[in-house]
C-alpha cells in the first residue's frame, strides 16, 4: 500500500481538474498542466477530491500509485500557488542580470553565461540571488539545477551558486608547514 497514493487530493475553488483515459489536465489561475500518468491506475474525482486507486494490484502499480499522486498533488498546487527555487551567488565579479526571456550571468569566466528559459519559467535577479519561478514543479527543479551547474560552490572560498540553505562544508586550505 502506497502511504502517499491512498490520500485522497483536495482540490482548491477556482481550480479544474479534467481526467481523459490515463492523462490528466489542471487549469487555474496561474496557468494549465497536461499529463499522461502511468498505466494501471484509476483516477476519479468526487467532493473535490481526487483519488487515484490501482486497477491491478501488483508490484509496479503499487510502485507507481505514489509517484501518480505527488504528480497529481503538485500540477494542482503548481497552478493555484506556483512553485519557486532560491539560488544564492557568491564570488568576485559575480551578477546576474534578467535580460527579456533569459538571464545573463557574469561568473568569473572570460566571457558572459545566457540562459534562455524555457516557456513556463521566469526569473527574478536581486543583488546576490536569482529566483526561478513556474507552475511546473519538476521544469522549475531542472532550471535551478542546470543554473547551478555553471558555477558549483567551491569548498575552500564558498564562491559559486548554491541553493538558498544549501550548506557547504568548508575545508581548510593548505598550512603553512614549520621548520626547526
Do not use: C
Request: no cysteine; charged share 25%; glycine share 14%.
Amino acid at each position: 500500500m502506497s502511504k502517499i497514493g491512498k490520500k485522497p487530493i483536495q482540490i482548491p475553488s477556482g481550480v479544474d481538474v479534467k481526467i481523459d483515459g490515463s492523462s490528466i489536465s489542471v487549469k487555474g489561475p496561474k496557468g494549465e498542466l497536461k499529463r499522461k500518468l502511468p498505466a494501471g491506475l484509476e483516477v476519479k474525482i468526487e467532493n473535490s477530491q481526487l483519488t487515484i486507486k490501482p486497477t491491478l494490484i501488483n508490484r509496479e502499480s503499487k510502485t507507481l500509485w505514489g509517484l501518480a499522486g505527488s504528480m497529481a498533488k503538485n500540477m494542482i498546487k503548481g497552478v493555484s500557488e506556483g512553485f519557486e527555487k532560491v539560488l544564492e551567488f557568491q564570488g568576485v565579479g559575480y551578477k546576474a542580470v534578467v535580460k527579456g526571456n533569459g538571464l545573463e550571468l557574469g561568473l568569473g569566466y572570460s566571457h558572459p553565461v545566457f540562459y534562455t528559459a524555457p516557456e513556463g519559467i521566469t526569473f527574478k535577479a536581486e543583488k546576490n540571488s536569482i529566483t526561478v519561478q513556474g507552475i511546473d514543479k519538476e521544469l522549475v527543479g531542472k532550471v535551478a539545477a542546470e543554473i547551478r551547474s555553471f558555477r558549483e560552490p567551491e569548498p575552500y572560498k564558498g564562491s559559486g551558486i548554491k541553493y538558498k540553505g544549501e550548506i557547504i562544508i568548508r575545508k581548510a586550505g593548505k598550512k603553512a608547514v614549520a621548520t626547526g
